[in-house]
Structures are given as C-alpha cells and as structure tokens.
C-alpha cells in the first residue's frame, strides 16, 4: 500500500478512490468531505457532504439549505469508516469549526490539514497535532520572511489609532468568516468594549458565531447611522468594501486591513490601506515547519501557496516532500465573492 494509493491530486481536487470521496472538492462531487467553510473549500452542488456541524452551518449560511444532496455532521476526535479507509476529524485552528482530516488504510495515516494555524485564537478550537506518516501541508505563507508575530500587538496598533484620532472612523477589513470575529474577539480581550459596528456581509456569520458561544460583546449595524456619530468608532467589513463608494459614509476613515498579506508593504500601498495589521488565520513560516516537524511525518504533500521553497526546506530535512499542484484554491484574505457581500450595509 502506498500513499498515493489512498489519496490522489485530481482535478476535483484531492482524491481518495478507497474511500469513494474527495477532500475539498472545487467541481461538484458525488461524495465531499469539507475541511472548513471558506468558499474556496466548500463549495454548493456536492451529492453528499461530511464536515463538522459548524462547517455544514456556515456552508447552508452561506448557499441555502440545499447546497448538497445529503449532508452529514462529524466532530472532532469522531473516526467514520468511509469505504475501505477510516476517517477522522481533528481541529486546524484556521476558524470555527475548521478540521484537518486523517485518512487511514492498511497501517498508513494521511493527514490532510486544510487551511490551518497554529496561534492561538480566542474564537475556535487550537491546532491539534495529528502524528502521520504522510502530512499535506498548505503553504500560503511558505516562504521564510512571512513571520506573523503577535496578533495581541496588532489590534495595539489599531487601538492607538482609535485613541490618536477621535474625529476618523477606523475601517477595518477583514474576511468575513473567521477573520472579522478573531479581531472583534482580540478587541474584546485588549479591553475595549464600546459597540463595534459591522457591515451586512459581516452579520449573519458573525451572529453565528456569538451563537455558538463566542463572546464578542456588543455589536451594531453601520447601516443607517448618520456620518458624525461613526467619530470614534470601529467597523468590520470585507476588504472590497474598504476600498470602494460605500466608504464616504463614515468621516475621514482610517482604512486598515487585516491579513497576513499586510507584512508585505507594497500591498498595503496598492490597496490603500493607512494601516496595515498583520493578523492572518493561516501559519506563518515558523508555523509550518514546527508543525511539519511536530506531526513527525517522512512525507510532506504541499499545496496552495509558496509551494516550492516549503519543498526545498523539507528535502534539506531529509524528507520527502512534493507540491500537490493543486489548483482553484486560494488566499480567502485578498477578498470576496458577490455571494459573501451580498446584504446592505
């Protein structure tokens, strides 16, 4: 048996032929395992899908009731037998309710991760390491200057913006599952607690989420507030929405943007953010490795991202280790679909 026997690259995306299912699929399948609710991973039209509960709730949020056949809840720690493999699910710490799946067959474990962190973050379960023989590894951030730092002193910098300018509105874009409540969540911890207002798009997930127990204190809708009394205030909304027409509702906005992207100084200036806060939801480069080494896996599958320098680093490991070559999945930060801005703001 071998791993490849198990778990394939297809253009579906990664496919188990054993077990009768893809993981993530980006083209409607017969049968889909979902590792989180980000619209590059789950995507509508599925026979059947399998996820955690709070996945299959952000995915009916996000396309309707009938986004797939049949669906079908797992928690973590919950092994199911899937044809001839085993099927388990562990936290990834990317957002709420997100997983990494091992897949198990004739004594090999294959521990695909998804999307996934390994900071800490008050608004879901921590990255759980799963020990395997193969481990497919994301590289978003695989190259060795993305060092994310402290999330904690982010939000610092954004709340001595607030106090430095009482007279802006502060705008702070960010994705719209995950993101927008890790931010509300570190703004609470670092003891700020006036209303913190939110875009449409931001609502129904961020309603979720206090559903499913997440503290985030008080939250109000932007819409029909009147100009002045947004002085002093912070609102969450998606990225595209900072940088367009519905911003001249707010007095002399601060624009800043949440995302590992803002490490990269030349993005924040070509889009326009006055300040850049780097706080992303995927492991930075010290992040991947730890973990690659953690898991104690001799073979590494890497997929969207900087796919080639995490390679390098795990042959010079003395690992085996190759890019999946995956396509249609990527960075959630750099923005958002209609379907996830629909809703006035």
Known sequence: MRP?????????????KPGGFHIDPVRPVERAVITHGHSDHARPGHGAVLATQETLDMMRLRYGDHFAGTTQAIGYGEAIKLGDVTVEF???GHVLGSA????ARGG????ASGDYKDAPDPTC????????????TEATF????????????EVKKLLASVALFPERAHLVGAYSL???QRVIALLREAGYDAPIYLHGAMEKITHYYQSRGVALGELRPVRGMKKADLAGTVTLAPPSATSDIWTRRFPDPVTAFAS???RVRARARQRGVELPLVISDHADWDGLTATIDATGAGEIWVTHGQEDALVHWCKTRGLAARPLDLVGYGDEDEGETTSSEDGEA
């Not at 490849?4 to 188990?16: K, R, T």
């Open 108 to 111: 090999i474990r294959i521990v």
């Open 142 to 153: 695989g190259l060795p200057v993305f060092r994310h730092g402290s999330a904690a002193d």
């Open 125 to 136: 379960a921590p990255f759980e390491v799963v020990p395997c023989d193969v481990f497919i």
């Open 178 to 180: 995950g993101k927008a």
């Open 90 to 92: 562990h936290p990834a």
């Open 4 to 16: 490849q026997d198990i778990l394939m690259p297809v253009a579906a995306g990664l496919c188990c």
């Open 100 to 103: 990494q799946i091992a897949v």
């Open 260 to 262: 590992g992207w803002m």
